[in-house]
């Protein structure tokens, strides 16, 4: 088990930037899979992007390909999500995930570690 805390979140208006930390305690943090996802109000959680072990793979959901990004430092346990081109739809709360299991992941069955998320409004 791997215990997250994701912070970085706030307001912004269209089209500016936030950047989202997820810090991870744990030494061996460089073996999970981490992944954010998040959650806006009436609505399912939903993937976002994701990493792999060693952070040379990653995964986007098609709606922020191109202006998200994701990143990670095992040396600080911390994974990174650089937002930016932000727009209203992007308003959510946002989960850090990791997995021990597999080498990266986009579905959040898979994940069993969570914190405990982070909110983001977007305003127009």
């Known amino acids: 088990q791997v215990q997250l805390v994701e912070s970085g979140g706030g307001l912004v208006q269209t089209g500016g930037s936030l950047r989202l930390s997820c810090a991870a305690a744990?030494?061996?943090?460089?073996?999970?899979?981490v992944a954010w996802f998040r959650q806006a109000p009436g609505k399912e959680r939903e993937f976002v992007a994701a990493?792999?072990?060693?952070?040379?793979?990653?995964v986007y959901a098609d709606v922020v390909k191109g202006r998200f990004t994701i990143s990670r430092d095992n040396a600080k346990n911390s994974v990174y999500l650089q937002m930016n081109s932000l727009k209203p739809e992007d308003t959510a709360v946002y989960y850090c995930?990791?997995?021990?299991?597999?080498?990266?992941?986009?579905?959040?069955?898979?994940?069993?570690?969570w914190g405990q998320g982070t909110q983001v409004t977007v305003s127009s």
């Open positions: 995930a990791a997995t021990f299991v597999y080498e990266i992941a986009t579905k959040d069955a898979t994940y069993n570690n």
């Open positions: 744990g030494r061996t943090f460089s073996t999970y899979a």
């Open positions: 990493i792999s072990r060693s952070g040379i793979t990653t």
